[in-house]
Each structure stands twice: as structure tokens, then as C-alpha cells.
């Protein structure tokens, strides 16, 4: 069985150095904490994928995220 466990967290917007920082960071640690490989950053409109060894995190605007899960059901 796969794991499908994924760590969300939402920020209208990363372009701030500082934020940006601060939200993946906190996504980092919850990932460490939580033994999760996958992560999903919620935004107004940015979007890319962070990765780091075998752990991703996507930034990713809310209604795409929101029209993939309308779709996976």
C-alpha cells in the first residue's frame, strides 16, 4: 500500500526572501517530524516544485490544487 500522507500549508505569497524561507522551512520541519516524503505549498498564484534528496514540496495556486482534487474524486 502506498503511503498517501502529505504535509499542506498555504501562504498567499513566497516572493518575500523572508516568507519564503519561513514557510518551506516550517514545511521542512513538519516533514522531518511527521517521517512524510511529499509537501504541498498553497499560494495566490506562484508555483513550482522544491526538491531536496528524495522529498518534494510543490508550490502550487490554490485553484489548481483545489480543480485536482475536484477531479481525483
Do not use: H
Amino acid at each position: 500500500m502506498q503511503d498517501r500522507r502529505i504535509i499542506i500549508n498555504v501562504s498567499y505569497e513566497i516572493s518575500d526572501p523572508r516568507t519564503r524561507k519561513r514557510e518551506l522551512g516550517g514545511l521542512d520541519e513538519a516533514m522531518d517530524f511527521f517521517g512524510c516524503k511529499q509537501a504541498c505549498l498553497l499560494t495566490n498564484d506562484q508555483e513550482e516544485t522544491v526538491s531536496s534528496g528524495d522529498r518534494e514540496i510543490a508550490v502550487i495556486p490554490l485553484w489548481k490544487w483545489l480543480l485536482k482534487q475536484e477531479s481525483a474524486t
